[in-house]
């Protein structure tokens, strides 16, 4: 009887690998990207590839388990919300708001340590940002708000 669950089991997840999420990505505009756009150092440049770009970019590098089935499910649906949330490689189709708005959430977001987030850095230890990697990422994405939006139309004041 064990064997026949076991059995039936493992037919059903080998039957479940023929459905995987669609990982189609359009065309990447490198003149559209952030890091084009904003030309950090090279440093925080790298630490946004490693940390950020596999769920916040058409540049995802899918692991081995992305592609096993129901896993793959989960994982692309983290993508695609994340993607959703911010996609670097559509920095430049943002709004002057927007971009300031994603600014300030980065930095808000990566000082709480919620970004990366916490069991996306178990599997990806280069996503793993040490104290003076997640500094240097706030007062970067800080010094943005300053230098590279548009202060003629500020956000509103939130109470």
């Known amino acids: 009887m064990i064997k026949k669950?076991?059995?039936?089991?493992?037919?059903?997840?080998?039957?479940?690998?023929?459905?995987?999420?669609?990982?189609?990505?359009?065309?990447?505009?490198?003149?559209?990207?952030?890091?084009?756009?904003?030309?950090?150092?090279?440093?925080?440049?790298?630490?946004?590839?490693?940390?950020?770009?596999?769920?916040?970019?058409?540049?995802?590098?899918?692991?081995?388990?992305?592609?096993?089935?129901?896993?793959?499910?989960?994982?692309?649906?983290?993508i695609d919300h994340a993607r959703g949330e911010l996609n670097f490689n559509q920095w430049a189709t943002y709004s002057s708001r927007k971009k300031e708005r994603k600014l300030e959430e980065s930095a808000e977001l990566i000082e709480k340590k919620e970004m990366p987030l916490p069991k996306y850095t178990w599997m990806h230890s280069e996503a793993r940002l040490s104290a003076e990697e997640r500094s240097a990422l706030i007062s970067w994405f800080e010094s943005q708000l300053t230098t590279n939006t548009d202060k003629s139309n500020p956000l509103p004041e939130v109470d």
């Open 5 to 78: 669950i076991f059995v039936g089991v493992a037919a059903f997840l080998i039957v479940l690998q023929i459905y995987q999420p669609d990982r189609s990505t359009p065309e990447v505009n490198p003149a559209d990207n952030m890091l084009t756009i904003l030309n950090p150092p090279a440093e925080i440049a790298t630490t946004i590839r490693n940390a950020c770009y596999d769920c916040h970019s058409f540049e995802t590098q899918y692991p081995w388990y992305g592609y096993v089935s129901p896993i793959s499910w989960w994982t692309q649906g983290h």
